[in-house]
Nanobody
Framework: QVHLVESGGGSVQAGGSLRLSCAASGYTGSRRCMAWFRQAPGKEREGVALIYTSAGTTDYVDSVKGRFTISRDNAKNTVYLQMNSLKPEDTAMYYC????????????????????WGQGTQVTVSS
């Protein structure tokens, strides 16, 4: 079992920054794929960033490349999402997700690939 708790959401103006945190407990071994998803009202949940906690390998969807950075602190069992140059279209509920696997790249943007989810943290970007 993996228990995930997100924090760090809030309201910012366009061009601003926020850093989200996802604290994990339970299984904290190295075979963890951690991802950030977001869901805007009326839209499907989409994966935006991935990190493999062992190797630190990352991936991003095109819409956030160059603006968002995912990182991890294995000593704290925490994954971060640094979001810069925020845009109104980044407004969404952001969720942390995890799966225990040696292979992280497979279907990483699909929510069905993950077994564990946090409760979400709201990010609102005003123009």
């Amino acid at each position: 079992q993996v228990h995930l708790v997100e924090s760090g959401g809030g309201s910012v103006q366009a061009g601003g920054s926020l850093r989200l945190s996802c604290a994990a407990s339970g299984y904290t071994g190295s075979r963890r794929c951690m991802a950030w998803f977001r869901q805007a009202p009326g839209k499907e949940r989409e994966g935006v960033a991935l990190i493999y906690t062992s190797a630190g390998t990352t991936d991003y969807v095109d819409s956030v490349k160059g603006r968002f950075t995912i990182s991890r602190d294995n000593a704290k069992n925490t994954v971060y999402l640094q979001m810069n140059s925020l845009k109104p279209e980044d407004t969404a509920m952001y969720y942390c997700a995890a799966r225990i696997s040696w292979v992280c790249a497979d279907r990483w943007t699909q929510e069905t690939a993950y077994n564990y989810w946090g409760q979400g943290t709201q990010v609102t970007v005003s123009s």
